[in-house]
């Protein structure tokens, strides 16, 4: 969660280190270390996306250049739109609906586990949100699992609602889901890519030429350059980028440049140019229980940090750490720059936004709560944001730290749902299939 800087192991494994000497970074830092000009700020910080925009995230942004690729995919000829029509009677597709309706969520204001297939009900904040944060573990195959099968949960949901407003059977060839031109459509923000990266997201999604981002899995790691920003293993990630461009689920890449964060990290925001300070969103330094969190994983597993946050924040004689005050900033620039990018979103393009991120940008007092902030400072609507996070801990996080747990040990857990979705997933390997059975 915290990239740039060595964790404490976990009950999972370190984060690999990332690529630090590539030819790119190093231009950038370099670019970046030696320059003033607005307009290298303009490029790496807040450049201009056919999502995002350049405004304010609280402006209502006019015209929608993502809806007209929107309209441009499902018009056109899709290969694999005979393949992936929604045929409600397949066995395969059945079994997801029945994990589905197995899985439960831990709702943290009831004090009880409830259905999943409960929580996605109009008056329930599941449903309601603009916004669901979903945590993961990077390396942890069923985290990614369950994310997948949470965001195709919420998808049918609404599919199914269109579907019923506009009085057509569910399982008629006539769209595929909620995404095209719909006004409940469903995109997902990543961690994983920046602002920036927005034009590439896009082609996996909606680009059909045969040597595009989108023609092949190792075309796309390629063009979004993943095994440089990220690297995380790809085999992990890549089910979830097949999944939305099965789907037409708009990937929206959250995060800001790793440069940028890392000239903060050095010495906080105050000691960077300029021109990087003016078009950085504001941090929220002064939530004290975050800080120590955030110092706490720097010394001991999550499950550990985590449970310390049921104590008082001057409990030990707990003090913030002073030389670390810049890398702190960098992690509120994190969580602030992509909450900023969501509530961009959301109000340019409506719909609802999945976030898929590290378990510690999902906690509330992470992206959920800077984006509600950032909406309630705008002239905007209100927004409001739901945070889930797939725990492998023993004992349930304090009260407060999340809406929803995903309980993932134990009978009926999410570990057992994930394992289930493996199965699936290999026994379809290379057969015909009907979406979304074998992809999640």
């Given amino acids: 969660p915290m990239a740039m800087f060595a964790l404490a192991p976990s009950k999972r494994s370190r984060r690999p280190q990332r690529h630090k000497g590539s030819v790119r970074a190093?231009?950038?830092?370099?670019?970046?270390?030696?320059?003033?000009?607005?307009?290298?700020?303009?490029?790496?910080?807040?450049?201009?996306?056919?999502?995002?925009?350049?405004?304010?995230?609280?402006?209502?942004?006019?015209?929608?250049?993502?809806?007209?690729?929107?309209?441009?995919?499902?018009s056109g000829s899709d290969r694999?739109?005979?393949?992936?029509?929604?045929?409600?009677?397949?066995?395969?597709?059945?079994?997801?609906?029945?994990?589905?309706?197995?899985?439960?969520?831990?709702?943290?204001?009831?004090?009880t586990e409830l259905a999943l297939t409960e929580l996605l009900k109009p008056g329930e904040l599941l449903y309601d949100a603009d916004v669901v944060c979903v945590g993961e573990i990077h390396n942890s195959e069923a985290?990614?699992?369950?994310?997948?099968?949470?965001?195709?949960?919420?998808?049918?949901?609404?599919?199914?609602?269109?579907?019923?407003?506009?009085?057509?059977?569910?399982?008629?060839?006539?769209?595929?889901?909620?995404?095209?031109?719909?006004?409940?459509?469903?995109a997902v923000g990543v961690e994983y890519f920046n602002r920036?990266?927005?034009?590439t997201?896009?082609?996996?999604?909606?680009?059909?030429?045969?040597?595009?981002?989108?023609?092949?899995?190792?075309?796309?790691?390629?063009?979004?350059?993943?095994?440089?920003?990220?690297?995380?293993?790809?085999?992990?990630?890549?089910?979830?980028?097949?999944?939305?461009?099965?789907?037409?689920?708009?990937?929206v890449g959250l995060n800001i440049p790793y440069e940028a964060a890392q000239l903060v990290s050095k010495s906080g925001v105050a000691s960077t140019p300029?021109?990087?300070?003016?078009?950085?969103?504001?941090?929220?330094?002064?939530?004290?229980?975050?800080?120590?969190?955030?110092?706490?994983?720097?010394?001991?597993?999550?499950?550990?940090?985590?449970?310390?946050?049921?104590?008082?924040v001057g409990s030990g004689g707990w003090k913030p750490r002073q030389e670390l005050n810049g890398k702190y900033e960098a992690q509120c620039l994190w969580d602030e720059y992509m909450a900023d990018t969501a509530l961009r979103y959301v109000n340019g393009a409506g719909g609802r936004l999945v976030v898929l991120a590290g378990a510690n940008h999902c906690w509330r007092d992470a992206i959920p709560d800077r984006f509600e902030r950032q909406a309630a400072a705008g002239s905007g609507p209100r927004r409001r944001a739901a945070t889930v996070v797939p725990w492998h801990g023993d004992e349930l996080p304090p009260a407060g730290m999340a809406d929803y747990v995903w309980l993932m040990g134990g009978a009926g857990g999410g570990d057992e749902i994930a394992a289930e979705l493996a199965a699936q997933r290999q026994r379809l390997k290379g057969q015909p299939r009907v979406f979304p059975a074998g992809y999640i």
Avoid at 54 to 72: C, L, V
Avoid at 151 to 175: H, N, W
Avoid at 204 to 218: E, M, N
Avoid at 301 to 307: K, R, W
Wanted: hydrophobic share 40%.
């Fill in 26 to 74: 190093q231009r950038i830092r370099i670019k970046m270390a030696a320059s003033s000009r607005r307009e290298v700020a303009a490029g790496l910080v807040l450049a201009a996306s056919p999502v995002c925009g350049g405004k304010s995230a609280s402006a209502e942004t006019s015209g929608t250049p993502w809806a007209a690729n929107e309209s441009a995919a499902s």
């Fill in 80 to 111: 694999e739109a005979g393949k992936v029509r929604r045929l409600l009677g397949d066995s395969e597709v059945g079994l997801i609906r029945q994990l589905q309706s197995r899985a439960k969520l831990y709702d943290a204001r009831r004090g």
């Fill in 143 to 186: 985290d990614h699992a369950v994310q997948r099968l949470l965001l195709d949960a919420i998808t049918y949901t609404l599919y199914l609602e269109l579907r019923k407003s506009e009085g057509v059977d569910p399982s008629a060839a006539k769209g595929r889901t909620p995404q095209n031109l719909s006004p409940q459509r469903v």
């Fill in 196 to 199: 920036q990266q927005q034009g």
């Fill in 201 to 251: 997201l896009d082609n996996l999604i909606f680009d059909k030429s045969p040597d595009g981002p989108g023609s092949s899995p190792s075309g796309f790691r390629k063009a979004s350059n993943w095994d440089d920003v990220w690297a995380y293993d790809w085999d992990i990630y890549a089910p979830l980028f097949r999944f939305c461009q099965l789907n037409l689920t708009r990937v």
């Fill in 274 to 312: 300029e021109w990087l300070r003016e078009v950085l969103p504001p941090l929220d330094l002064e939530q004290r229980k975050h800080r120590r969190r955030f110092e706490d994983m720097l010394q001991m597993p999550i499950e550990s940090a985590v449970a310390r946050m049921a104590l008082p």
